[in-house]
């Protein structure tokens, strides 16, 4: 009985223990490779959107944001302050608004002075072709640079007519509003982080 059940149990456990124990001692030695990695991806995806900067800090989310006082809406993932040495000059806000498909995500940079600097989405779920033009398109999101509107952007189906117009991606009407809403409201938040520039 020893022979037939328990010695290939035995066996078995101390070859799971021993990949069991290599498994973790290289996940051990990989892991700060990848968090470093994961660090530079992400500062990349910043700098896209913020050139101007040298550095952000480390992102502040939106529940720390309202203990804050600040007023949050609930598009808000977080901000990242951009740093230009050492003083901050603007923030990179990232923003998840409902589209067509689902979540659109995207990172919008603003200064102090509420000039965007750019926006780039990051995921989304638009119909390929229309909606995801959002993203393949730097046409739509470039209407957005330069100075933010006093007030909110408006989603126009024509040219536009001012500064606070955006014509929306032909037959992309919602994805348009969506990618608008969330700008808006990144704008918002850096408005009131900023002191009612």
Do not use: W
């Not at 660090?39 to 804050?68: C, H, I, M, T, W």
């Not at 998840?96 to 919008?108: A, D, E, H, R, T």
């Amino acid at each position: 009985m020893f022979k037939d059940i328990v010695k290939p149990a035995l066996v078995l456990v101390l070859v799971c223990a021993f990949i069991t124990g290599a498994l973790a001692y290289v996940n051990s030695v990989t892991e700060t490779i990848i968090a470093e990695n994961e660090r530079v991806a992400e500062q990349e995806s910043l700098k896209s959107v913020y050139s101007e900067a040298d550095s952000f800090l480390e992102p502040k989310v939106a529940g720390a944001l309202k203990s804050e006082g600040l007023e949050v809406s609930e598009r808000i993932e977080k901000v990242y302050e951009a740093q230009k040495d050492g003083q901050t000059v603007g923030y990179v806000v990232a923003v998840s608004s409902g589209g067509y498909g689902g979540k659109i995500k995207m990172l919008v940079g603003i200064d102090n002075g509420l000039n965007i600097k750019g926006i780039t989405i990051t995921s989304h779920n638009e119909t390929p072709g229309l909606g995801a033009k959002a993203a393949d398109s730097p046409g739509f999101t470039d209407q957005f640079l330069g100075k933010a509107p006093e007030k909110s952007y408006n989603v126009v189906k024509r040219a536009p007519k001012d500064e606070s117009e955006i014509q929306a991606i032909t037959a992309a009407t919602i994805t348009s509003k969506a990618v608008t809403r969330g700008v808006d409201d990144a704008v918002a938040l850096v408005r009131s982080m900023a002191g009612g520039v």
